[in-house]
Structure formats: C-alpha cells, structure tokens
C-alpha cells in the first residue's frame, strides 16, 4: 500500500528561507510541494522519505531564489494491482459502493464487482448480499476488505479558459478537471473479501 518512490526535482528555496539551515529549508519545500499531493504516475505523496542529494545552491538573477538540484524518496499510497486493503464505505448508488481510508477518497467499487447475489434497495439506499437464507448488509461508515484492481489517472492540467461572453445562458460552463488526478478501482467478490463483521468468528 505505501512504497518508497524515488523522485528528482528542483527546489527553489526563497530568501526568507536561508536563514533556517540548508537541509531544513530544502525538507519544508519538498513537504509543501508534494505532501498530501497526487503526482502522475507515481502516486499520492504522503511524507518526505529522506534526501539521498543536493546539488549546490545557484541563486537565481533577479528574485535572488536559491536553486538546488535535490534527489529524493517520497513515501507514497500507491496500492498494487490484487492488494488487499481496508476501507470504510463512504456512499452508496444504484452503479456500485464509494469507499475511503482516513487519507483517500477516490475509491470505487462497482456494482459488478459485488458479490453475486447482491442487490440494491433503493429505498434505504444500500447493497445486500443475500445467501441462501442469509442476508447481509452494506452499511454505510462500515470496515471493508477490498482488492484492487485497476487504477485510474487523470490529467489535471488547466484547459483554456471558456468565455463567458460567448458562452450561451441556457448553457452552463462546463465543468473543468471534474474527474480526480487518481482514483481506484476494488472488487469484494470473493472469500474474506466485503464487510469485516462478516467474517469475524
């Protein structure tokens, strides 16, 4: 679920910053860039690692920012394909279950991917799982196991800006990077796999 991922970047260390000492300075921009922050195809950057090397500073000509060339490995929630990890469920819909971790939201389970035998009840808005005279419930904020097994970029790159002037008023602006830089894909049709209580002795 979490890997070390080797990253090279430059930081630009701001005047303001040089009186703190060098590998300070250079850990707190790492953090603020990518901490908490979806890069492509690497992952969601939870913490700097460590630094493996720094380049000699080179200020720059006219904002005096120092410039360091920096190797670094970044701790990252990157999960493989077939790993098995828990979730709570965050929301349900007739076209799967949405689940979440305590840092990450963007994970989807489809409603394919359930265990057969489950079907939807719209009225309280919830999956079951019925078994022979079993049946079992989805609730929503309830611990599930689920496997991965697909992942999904988007890029997150500004578009063009529309113009409002020439945008029709029966037509809404359309909606820009509305899909998440990252998201998962999970499957809880299997043994072991779905709610934890049901599993438990």
Not at 19 to 24: A, V, W
Not at 62 to 87: S, Y
Not at 167 to 174: G, Q, W
Request: hydrophobic share 40%; charged share 25%; net charge negative.
């Amino acid at each position: 679920m979490f890997i070390l991922t080797k990253i090279a970047d430059l930081v630009q260390i701001a005047p303001d910053d040089f009186r703190k000492q060098s590998h300070i300075a250079i850990e707190d921009n790492l953090n603020a860039k990518y901490a908490n922050k979806v890069v492509q195809k690497i992952g969601l950057c939870i913490c700097l690692w460590d630094i493996l090397w720094t380049s000699e500073g080179l200020v720059g000509q006219g904002d005096g920012m120092a410039n360091v060339n920096v190797e670094f490995r970044m701790v990252v929630f990157r999960p493989f394909k077939g790993e098995v990890i828990v979730a709570r469920i965050a929301d349900q819909s007739p076209e799967g279950i949405n689940l979440a971790t305590n840092f990450f939201d963007d994970i989807f389970v489809p409603w394919t991917e359930l265990p057969e035998g489950s079907e939807f009840e719209p009225n309280e808005n919830i999956w079951v799982w019925k078994e022979e005279d079993q049946v079992m419930y989805f609730d929503n904020n309830e611990m599930v196991r689920f496997r991965v097994i697909a992942e999904e970029w988007h890029d997150q790159t500004p578009s063009k800006p529309v113009d409002a002037v020439e945008a029709s008023e029966e037509e809404p602006l359309p909606v820009i990077n509305s899909k998440p830089p990252y998201s998962i894909t999970g499957s809880m049709n299997g043994a072991g796999l779905g709610c934890c209580l049901w599993w438990e002795e």
